[in-house]
């Protein structure tokens, strides 16, 4: 009789390892600062948190919280250095570890932290209130051509003033960012250099049954969407199947934008949770990075 040889089961990175909240990452507002702080204040007397930390840096910690609480989160001025430190030993944890989870690992927190914030915060209201330094258009646009279409504009638009046309420069690409076209195109434009930084090529796909993007060297097909309606999930499962038929597909991730609220990303995630596509990850384009390593390595060891 002859013998049916079994797929190899592939254990994929899922989304419920990676799926950080948005607040970790990034700053949207003062509310995001202080939930990072919260969370970690938090976690202090758990056992792990203990064990990595000495009574000193805990009580600290406590004191400087204690102290931002009691002023208020939006008005407090050690709040950003405080959340900026914790981000940035996030970050830390996650390159260590492949990705990290606060219920298992422990930021290491400095005995002297209510010191070092203080200072940092004193350092950025000095940098504030200290006398600006003129910025010369020669300086930023040093083209002679761009340099007279700047000054001109300067002059007729914005009365002179530099620092108006910068903001209006810069408040016109955010909108421009924030529609619906320019969105797909960014997160598009991110994945490709999440995958270039790890020599990973791709092709991209035209075709309408199946998703936008092929990495060859892991057997990956990559689906970037901004937005998601309940009319749109049997279409999207429709093609993630055609992609597993038609390619040796062994992952599937769609990438949605960090900003996604967390209600509508797990409503995407009830996709993955439900096994309908089997190989399939849901994932923000925030932990699309740390999706790829765990990837690579978990491809490596099948």
């Given amino acids: 009789m002859k013998k049916v040889l079994k797929k190899k089961q592939v254990n994929k990175p899922t989304a419920t390892a990676l799926g950080t909240p948005i607040f970790h990452r990034r700053r949207r507002d003062w509310r995001d600062d202080q939930y990072l702080i919260e969370e ?4 202090l007397s758990k056992d792990h948190w203990l064990r990595t930390n000495s009574f000193r840096a805990i009580k ?20 950003i250095p405080l959340a900026i430190w914790i981000r940035e030993n996030l970050a830390h944890l996650a390159s260590e570890n492949g990705g990290y989870d606060l219920r298992v690992h422990a930021l290491e927190i400095p005995p002297n932290i209510y010191d070092l914030i203080t200072g940092n915060s004193q350092r950025t209201k000095k940098m504030s209130t200290k006398s600006r330094t003129k910025i010369l258009v020669e300086d930023l646009f040093c083209d002679a051509d761009t340099r007279a279409y700047v000054l001109e504009r300067i002059q007729v638009f914005h009365k002179g003033n530099l620092s108006s046309y910068l903001k209006y420069l810069v408040d016109n690409e955010r909108t421009q960012l924030t529609g619906d076209s320019a969105t797909i195109m960014d997160l598009i434009h991110l994945c490709k250099e999440k995958l270039k930084r790890r020599n990973l090529k791709t092709v991209s796909n035209f075709n309408a049954n199946q998703v936008d993007m092929w990495v060859p060297a ?4 990559i689906e970037i969407r901004d937005s998601l309606l309940l009319s749109d999930r049997d279409d999207l499962i429709n093609l993630l199947n055609n992609t597993n038929s038609s390619k040796n597909t062994q992952y599937l991730v769609v990438v ?18 439900s096994g309908v596509v089997p190989n399939l990850s849901v994932v923000r384009i925030g932990d699309f990075g740390p999706y790829l390593d765990r990837l690579s390595v978990s491809a490596k060891k099948s």
């Fill in 60 to 79: 600290s910690f406590k004191k400087l919280t204690s102290e931002i609480e009691s002023s208020g989160f939006q008005s407090n001025d050690k709040v």
């Fill in 218 to 221: 892991l057997s990956l097909g």
């Fill in 40 to 43: 970690i204040n938090g976690l």
């Fill in 256 to 273: 949605c934008p960090d900003n996604l609220s967390d209600l509508l990303f797990h409503n995407w995630r009830d996709i993955e949770r």
